[in-house]
């Protein structure tokens, strides 16, 4: 298929960016005896030259428009083979003139142009991938300039201000003795420390969307029960009637991110407190069992459709039967992408008999693969199974 003019311009420039082309136009016209050898770009309705190798002052250079009826019918010294690239497309013509001549060319001579078509093709595709690899190039700078930037506006721009009114509203608080206004100062700071979790959300959405993943710095961590236990007690603070009961029987170190998983369990006891029941308490249950950390959130209230449940680590998505529209619908993404970047996996069950149940599942210790993991487990697990009774629910295990 004859290319369109419109391109023209761009495949004269593409022809000039291939070193080899000028060699190659040479060795043809002195192993041919040719004076003068070009390649054109062809469309519908012209030809373009977009290289040439002149020795008898044909007259032509890249860009000048070639008058193919006159190379056709005039002149009687003249080859011209067709360039087609590796997709079937036709790029143009590779030909050779010589006034001086008026003989035919010889079979030979034809096979040494089509062989030379076919490098010069071959050539102009491997330049074309390049400029779109060099596109990509600019185009993932581009990205990461703006991820950079959107960061830095997130984490700078938006953060001071918002530290600000916390302390203000902290400051009132200590101050103030109207409980009309107290409650307007705590309020301000709750809706603070909010903001500030919404914009943790969006960055680590950022950086988990456009760099490739969100980030972990994994470590022997030894005092998780600390660590989980002080997240538990922010949350009861701020929803003192709310009732949430913690678990944790963690007896072995865990190589992991602290910090992220403060934060999972952060997002998975705040989802829990949003769409669960508000008779029934929260239940967080973490163990360390066949080589790996399980960490569990539990909560009663209206279960999760099944149809809705392969979507639920969806960012932006959410499922409220409560109607509440809390947050950005990011809490889950995230939870699980940081799950995801220590090895493991987070899932979720929920029906109306049992409740709804997050699990999260990583390797205890560092660079243990799935397959180890499930070994050790198999292992265990066999003296077990014949003396182990039947697993309760977790709602009835948890006091």
Not at 38 to 58: G, L, M, N, Q, S
Not at 61 to 74: E, F, H, I, M
Not at 151 to 160: E, F, P, S, V, Y
């Amino acid at each position: 298929m004859i290319g369109r003019a419109d391109g023209v311009a761009q495949d004269v420039v593409a022809i000039g960016r291939i070193d080899a082309v000028p060699t190659l136009l040479k060795v043809l016209c002195e192993t041919t005896g040719m004076g003068f050898a070009a390649i054109a770009r062809v469309t519908d309705d012209t030809w373009t030259a977009c290289a040439v190798h002149d020795d008898i002052e044909f007259g032509l250079s890249p860009g000048s428009p070639v008058d193919a009826a006159s190379l056709r019918y005039r002149m009687q010294g003249l080859i011209s083979v067709p360039i087609v690239t590796a997709d079937g497309g036709y790029f143009g013509n590779l030909f050779a003139v010589d006034p001086r001549s008026a003989k035919a060319p010889e079979p030979q001579t034809l096979a040494m142009f089509t062989r030379f078509a076919q490098l010069i093709a071959l050539l102009l595709d491997t330049e074309r991938k390049r400029e779109h690899e060099r596109e990509a190039l600019l185009d993932a700078r581009a990205t990461g300039d703006l991820r950079e930037q959107f960061i830095a506006i997130l984490g700078h721009d938006l953060r001071n201000p918002l530290h600000a009114v916390f302390a203000g509203g902290d400051m009132l608080e200590r101050k103030l003795t109207d409980p009309a206004l107290l409650a307007i100062a705590r309020r301000i700071k709750v809706n603070s420390r909010r903001m500030s979790l919404l914009i943790d959300d969006v960055l680590d959405f950022a950086r988990g969307r456009l760099g490739g993943g969100i980030d972990v710095e994994l470590q022997q961590v030894v005092d998780l029960d600390a660590g989980l236990t002080a997240v538990v007690r922010e949350l009861q603070d701020v929803q003192p009637d709310r009732r949430i009961l913690c678990d944790i029987r963690v007896t072995r170190p865990v190589h992991c991110d602290m910090r992220r998983l403060q934060q999972v369990v952060s997002n998975l006891l705040g989802n829990a407190l949003t769409h669960g029941s508000q008779s029934s308490a929260i239940k967080l249950t973490v163990k360390d069992e066949f080589g790996e950390l399980v960490l569990e959130v539990w909560n009663d209230g209206e279960p999760i459709p099944p149809e809705f449940l392969d979507r639920i680590f969806e960012p932006f998505w959410r499922h409220s039967p409560s109607g509440s529209r809390n947050g950005l619908g990011l809490g889950l993404y995230i939870a699980s992408q940081i799950i995801r970047a220590h090895a493991g996996a987070l899932t979720v069950s929920s029906t109306r008999a049992h409740g709804t149940l997050f699990t999260a599942r990583l390797p205890l210790h560092a660079g243990a693969s799935a397959e180890t993991v499930r070994a050790d487990r198999q292992e265990e697990a066999a003296p077990l199974l014949e003396e182990s009774p039947a697993p309760l629910p977790l709602s009835q295990t948890m006091h």
